[in-house]
């Protein structure tokens, strides 16, 4: 009889060292309040219904697309999977992580991840790595994404990484310890003001909207030969010296290439309609050659390939108008031209069904509209009140 009240103790006592350190750790780990971002990939398991279409990528989708506006003007299920800075392979395990749970007719990828060759940086890789639910997939995806320094093990227990924070605990630790602050419309980071980009310097836009003072040569020409001594005496007079390009580019890295190829494969077994996007960013800057490697991979594949550059006319885009931080992303305004026109395309060119007949997934849709246009007053009420956006 002792010894079962023994082991009784001890079982006991290891429950509740057990609940203590992971009430610990869920206390300490970041609520993401004020970089947002962290809280992306854990919504998508709050979806209750099913999607025909899956957009993954970093920043360029999940501020320029806009579900909500798909659903109310085509009537299309979308969600987009993605993090700040998220990687070609990050996209793919994302991608594995979805069909786990669905099986969408359409993804759409953005390209611009692919000029990243390697592993960026933990930041990153937490914001996007920390929220997806533990499975093969993730354990993977932690793999391929870790930097130098990193630790499995900090991933499998994250009290190990952020301990430190039990000294700089706030109120939001708190509020939010069971259920982290909601903060996309599925997937999609909304804001409604605008920074024109006349009025900021955050990006160039000259390498794509032009300008207005022809530039110094010294800026598009450099001479090749510059410090080999004697080289004019060895070419001739006459010779043609040969200029460099101004394209910086980059072929695109085996990594990421690789992984490229596992989401169009990813995509063929499971027979889901792939498409390349590129979103009309400022910055980084998109090089000629990264598009025509685009170009080439998407033709020898049999793949579209949308390149919203191309197309500012037929969408509308205004960069004094359509984005809230001087080119880098779109605001709603942006976002909702770019969704008319991808919407246009999924439904005439690859016949994504109009669901908003379905008494189901309307309802669904009623809460989250609703949501939405909560969110769009309560900015543009900060706007009113501040002159800027503070707490989105």
């Known amino acids: 009889m002792k010894q079962v009240k023994r082991w009784i103790t001890a079982l006991c006592s290891v429950a509740v060292v057990v609940v203590l350190f992971f009430g610990l750790q869920r206390l300490v780990e970041p609520k993401y309040t004020d970089i947002l971002e962290g809280n992306f990939t854990a919504e998508y398991y709050e979806e209750t219904t099913d999607h025909d279409v899956i957009m993954v990528g970093d920043c360029e989708v999940y501020e320029n697309f806009d579900p ?199 995509c063929a077994e499971n027979d889901i309609q792939l498409i390349l996007i590129k979103a009309p960013s400022l910055a980084p800057q998109w090089y000629e050659s990264d598009n025509e490697q685009v170009v080439a991979y998407a033709n020898k594949h049999n793949l579209p390939y949308i390149n919203f550059y191309e197309l500012l006319e037929e969408t509308g885009i205004d960069y004094e108008t359509d984005t809230y931080d001087g080119g880098l992303h779109m605001n709603l305004n942006g976002a909702q031209k770019l969704s008319e026109y991808i919407g246009n395309v999924l439904t005439e060119q690859y016949g994504v069904a109009d669901h908003r007949d379905d008494p189901k997934l309307s309802a669904v849709y009623a809460e989250k509209l609703k949501f939405y246009e909560e969110m769009k007053k309560k900015q543009q009420e900060e706007l009113d009140k501040y002159g800027e956006i503070r707490n989105y």
């Open 68 to 266: 909500m506006y798909l659903w109310k003007n085509y009537g299309i299920t979308s969600y987009i999977r993605g993090n700040a800075q998220q990687l070609t392979w990050q996209s793919y395990y994302m991608l594995e992580d979805t069909l786990r749970k669905e099986k969408p007719k359409v993804v759409l990828y953005n390209i611009q991840a692919l000029t990243h060759g390697e592993p960026q940086r933990e930041e990153y890789n937490r914001m996007t790595l920390d929220g997806m639910e533990w499975s093969k997939t993730k354990v993977d995806a932690i793999q391929a994404s870790m930097c130098e320094g990193e630790k499995m093990l900090d991933y499998v227990f994250p009290l190990l990484r952020y301990h430190q924070r039990i000294l700089e605990l706030n109120k939001d630790d708190f509020t939010y310890y069971r259920t982290p602050r909601k903060v996309t419309h599925n997937g999609y980071y909304m804001r409604i003001d605008v920074l024109p980009v006349s009025e900021s310097d955050v990006a160039d836009p000259t390498w794509l909207l032009g300008e207005e003072e022809e530039p110094e040569p010294e800026e598009i020409i450099d001479d090749p030969w510059g410090d080999i001594e004697g080289a004019d005496e060895e070419l001739g007079e006459d010779a043609q010296i040969p200029q460099l390009a101004k394209d910086e580019g980059e072929p695109f890295g085996q990594y990421p290439l690789e992984y490229l190829d596992k989401i169009r494969e990813l």
